[in-house]
């Protein structure tokens, strides 16, 4: 069972938010997963480039959060539960998925429930290894955007959280911190954390919706360097 610490007990919570975490990270798993085999599909992969992009995409960011606070093996070579969910999700995708042409909403859409789902699951565990709220948050961002830095890294294109015409780590980040804080205050239940990742969900499809994105850094416009006097005029 796990321990959350700092004031909040495993018996607190029950056994319900441990079956409860474990079913909103397969759930985070499968979504990511058909994230990824929607990208291979787009890039014309074989059924091999399928499962290795949704499994990388779904486990990814899972290993590097683990990894980083120290559980290893990571769940994922220890719990197969997770593999076998993102191998069904590309098995899905596989044998039935839109048009190379009509992937992209899908895509988005699976990826943003992805985001959601693990940002709140990936801040748990890292609490839950006494890490404090602030640092478990972080490690909830690194969980919900790892997996997509991989699949587009895998895919050919510039990964979403780089890109200034999408916001994507900003979700996450409000999410984990919502999750981070109310693990602080001991106050943290199924459902406060089911709405936290619908929040975070809900925000990103929102952005997507309405084209939102970051401030950027103000651009200058381009001068032409000054003409050199040693060279002759053009006539």
Do not use: K
């Not at 994922?76 to 899905?92: E, R």
């Amino acid at each position: 069972m796990v321990d959350f610490g700092a004031g909040v007990s495993a018996a607190h919570f029950g056994l319900s938010v441990d079956a409860v975490q474990h079913i909103g990270e397969l759930f985070g798993v499968f979504a990511f997963a058909s994230s990824g085999a929607l990208l291979a599909v787009r890039r014309d992969f074989d059924i091999f480039g399928i499962l290795v992009l949704a499994c990388a995409t779904a486990l990814g960011g899972g290993i590097i959060r683990d990894l980083l606070i120290g559980r290893t093996p990571p769940a994922a070579f220890v719990d197969l539960s997770y593999l076998y969910t993102a191998m069904l999700a590309a098995a899905v995708i596989f044998f039935w998925h839109p048009s190379r042409r009509l992937t992209r909403g899908p895509l988005e859409v699976a990826d943003a429930f992805g985001l959601g789902l693990f940002c709140v699951t990936g801040t748990v565990i890292a609490y839950s290894r006494g890490l404090g709220a602030p640092s478990a948050a972080l490690l909830g961002l690194v969980t919900a955007i790892g997996g997509g830095v991989i699949r587009d890294l895998l895919g050919g294109q510039t990964p979403n959280v780089l890109r200034p015409d999408q916001i994507y780590a900003v979700p996450a980040l409000i999410g984990a911190a919502a999750t981070a804080t109310l693990l602080h205050f001991g106050v943290y239940q199924a459902w406060t954390g089911a709405l936290a990742a619908l929040g975070a969900i809900a925000f990103r499809l929102l952005a997507l919706r309405f084209g939102w994105h970051a401030p950027q850094a103000r651009r200058y416009p381009r001068t032409r360097p000054p003409a050199d006097p040693t060279l002759p005029h053009p006539s």
